[in-house]
């Protein structure tokens, strides 16, 4: 199995996904990846809104190799 292109390697105490670390970039905080997804630079990644803060999370596609954590 190849590596994830995204995962998650800092979550909050209440389990907000914080530090991602994004193949060919290291360490990667959520408002810079959030950027990042919103302009197209990550394929098969979203951005919602929860709780007012944007949250990345993987599209629906019926595989579990892309989720994020």
């Not at 950027?35 to 579990?64: K, M």
């Amino acid at each position: 199995m190849s590596k994830k292109k995204i995962s998650v390697i800092s979550e909050s105490r209440t389990g907000l996904n914080q530090v991602f670390d994004v193949l060919g970039q290291g360490a990667v905080r959520r408002g810079e990846l959030a950027n990042q997804v919103e302009r197209g630079r990550h394929q098969g990644y979203h951005v919602r809104r929860v709780n007012g803060h944007r949250v990345i999370a993987s599209n629906p596609d019926g595989s579990t190799d892309n989720n994020l954590g």
